[in-house]
Structure formats: C-alpha cells, structure tokens
C-alpha cells in the first residue's frame, strides 16, 4: 500500500519562506514522476509542480516559477517543496502525488494514482 504523508505547512507573512516535505513508503517509486498540487477554498486543485523520482528533471506553473524548488532525496523517499517569495494568493491546501507515468512530467491530476492528505498554508498580507 503507498502512503504519502506531507509536513512543513503554516502560517507565514507574505514575502516569508516555507519548505513542504512529502515522505512516500510502501512500494519502489523508481521512474515514477512525483508532484506537488494545491487547492484554495472555492477552486479547483492545480499544478505546481513536478520531478522525476530519480532524473531530476522538473517542472513548474507558471505562478510559481522562480519562487518554488522541487526536489528529491532518494535515500529518504521524500520529495520537497521550497517556497520562497510567498504571497497571499499562494494560500492553500498543498498536496503531493505519485504517478505511475513513468519518465514524464504530467500536469494534469488525472495522471497521479496516489495522494497525501494534504497541508495547509496561509500566506498573510
């Protein structure tokens, strides 16, 4: 059974910093792409962005390019979010997901088989 558990949400001022974690266990996830998704009150769940488990390639939306950092440690299984530059619209349940299209960067949550139960942040003004 795959389980993804997030950290590192809060409450920050806008301009501040925070660096999510997602910890993956139950299964090898070589190949398999890993992305970060957020959903405000009212809105649909989007892309932030994504990296290949063990290529490094990335990707991000276009509103966070520049500000967030996807990255990976493979020893630990964990994917991280670092996001700098935060801004109230930023505010949002983040989640992580695992996909099971390997070597590829998709966008679109119809393409992630397994979800974390989310973090929350709040970006102050």
């Known amino acids: 059974q795959v389980q993804l558990v997030e950290s590192g949400g809060g409450l920050v001022q806008s301009g501040g910093s925070l660096n999510l974690s997602c910890a993956a266990s139950g299964r090898t996830f070589g190949g398999r792409p890993m992305g970060w998704f957020r959903q405000a009150p009212g809105k649909e769940r989007e892309f932030v962005a994504a990296i290949i488990w063990n290529g490094g390639t990335t990707s991000y939306a276009d509103s966070v390019k520049g500000r967030f950092t996807i990255s990976r440690d493979n020893g630990k299984n964990t994917v991280y979010l670092q996001m700098n530059g935060l801004k109230p619209e930023d505010t949002a349940v983040y989640y992580c997901?695992?996909?099971?299209?390997?070597?590829?960067?998709?966008?679109?949550?119809?393409?992630?088989?397994?979800w974390g139960q989310g973090t929350q942040v709040t970006v102050s003004s």
């Open positions: 997901a695992v996909s099971s299209r390997y070597y590829t960067l998709p966008r679109s949550s119809d393409n992630y088989d397994y």
